[in-house]
Nanobody, 115 residues
Framework: QVHVVESGGALVQPGGSLKLSCTASGSRSTMDTMGWYRQAPGKEREFVADITKGAEFIGYADSVKGRFTISMNDAEYTGYLQMDNLKPEDTATYYC????????WGQGTQVTVSM
């Protein structure tokens, strides 16, 4: 059983920055991929970014390209999502997932971008 925990969500003004963290525990198997999705009220969950071990492949949604940066330390089972120039439309619950033998999801962290 792998436990995934996100942290770092907060209320921030438009144009501000946040750094979300994701930590996986409970396994010594290889963490192959880490990624982030988000879900705004009344909307479906949508892809934000993902990264594979060794940063071999990195992908971003068009809506966050140039503003968000994903990183991962597979040896420490941690990852981050640096979010800059935040916009009100970035407001959502952000969910981290990791692939360690299978996909595991966290419970989410709330990001609110508002004056």
């Amino acid at each position: 059983q792998v436990h995934v925990v996100e942290s770092g969500g907060a209320l921030v003004q438009p144009g501000g920055s946040l750094k979300l963290s994701c930590t996986a525990s409970g396994s010594r198997s290889t963490m192959d991929t880490m990624g982030w999705y988000r879900q705004a009220p009344g909307k479906e969950r949508e892809f934000v970014a993902d990264i594979t071990k060794g940063a071999e492949f990195i992908g971003y949604a068009d809506s966050v390209k140039g503003r968000f940066t994903i990183s991962m330390n597979d040896a420490e089972y941690t990852g981050y999502l640096q979010m800059d120039n935040l916009k009100p439309e970035d407001t959502a619950t952000y969910y981290c997932y990791v692939y360690i033998d299978r996909t595991w999801w966290g419970q989410g962290t709330q990001v609110t971008v508002s004056m």
